[in-house]
């Protein structure tokens, strides 16, 4: 992936996470604090009972953390891998119409990169997003554990 910009991003996920894009999940923008994903509530992502289905939310959620991870690896030049280790998530109103899912731990990952990249040691960190419906309301937050490890050089 070259600069990580939304068109970029959102194409991505055309490509390489196509459940979350024909779900309608798409980043709505990104800087080096904070990040937004959205998704508007359809007949193809709910759930019997009309609401977003929770897996759509977790898709939305984890996106708007983990854009946060790739944009600061992106910008570290270093080989680094990253996965989910841990998540939980908590539901509070029936999530319709368009849910932005915010997070705002960018400072969290950048130091945690840069602890990585300094020890070679792998390290975690806990990124959080809420969604939030149309009128402001929270619906849902989603806490992801990252762990992230300077990946070795291959021996030959």
């Avoid at 996470?17 to 923008?29: E, I, M």
Wanted: glycine letters at 8%; a positive charge.
């Amino acid at each position: 992936m070259s600069e990580i910009t939304v068109k970029n991003m959102n194409k991505f996920l055309m490509f390489k996470l196509p459940s979350a894009f024909f779900s309608g999940v798409r980043v709505k923008s990104i800087n080096n604090n904070e990040a937004i994903a959205t998704v508007k509530h359809k007949w193809i992502n709910q759930n019997p009972f009309k609401s977003l289905y929770w897996a759509v939310q977790g898709m939305t959620s984890e996106l708007a953390t983990g854009i946060l991870v790739i944009k600061e690896i992106k910008e570290s030049g270093k080989k680094i891998s990253m996965l989910v280790t841990k998540q939980t998530g908590t539901f509070t109103k029936k999530a319709t119409g368009r849910i932005n899912f915010i997070c705002k731990d960018g400072h969290l990952i950048k130091a945690s990169i840069d602890k990585t990249i300094a020890t070679g040691e792998g390290q975690t960190v806990t990124m959080t997003a809420e969604g939030f419906d149309e009128k402001g309301d929270s619906v849902s937050k989603f806490e992801y554990e990252w762990s992230i490890k300077v990946k070795s050089p291959s021996i030959k």
